[in-house]
């Protein structure tokens, strides 16, 4: 059973930072695609960017490019969210999820078979 422990959120006034990171249990994790994805209070669960294992491409969706990065330390089977020029719309839980498949470039909810447990980030005006 693959578990995944997100940290690093918190309260921020906009324009600050803060870095997301989630660690992952189980085996060959550098060969899965990680995912990022945020639900905004009142509203659905949303993609906000997917690092790949093959060789760490990423993937934003267009309200957070520019302003987040991900990456990812395979070593440590950990990866992180880079969030600057934060935003209060960008206020949300944060969830870390693992692609069920190897090797896919996953970016829709329904590729990733894990999940963390989630980690508020409130950003205030």
């Known amino acids: 059973q693959v578990q995944l422990v997100e940290s690093g959120g918190g309260l921020v006034q906009a324009g600050g930072s803060l870095r997301l990171s989630c660690a992952a249990s189980g085996r060959a994790f550098s060969s899965y695609t990680m995912g990022w994805f945020r639900q905004p209070p009142g509203k659905d669960r949303e993609f906000v960017a997917a690092i790949s294992g093959r060789d760490s491409s990423t993937y934003y969706a267009d309200s957070v490019k520019g302003r987040f990065t991900a990456s990812r330390d395979n070593d440590k089977n950990t990866v992180y969210l880079q969030m600057n020029s934060l935003k209060p719309e960008d206020t949300a839980v944060y969830y870390c999820?693992?692609?069920?498949?190897?090797?896919?470039?996953?970016?829709?909810?329904?590729?990733?078979?894990?999940w963390g447990q989630g980690t508020q980030v409130t950003v205030s005006s």
């Open positions: 999820a693992k692609d069920s498949l190897q090797w896919r470039i996953g970016v829709h909810e329904t590729d990733f078979g894990s």
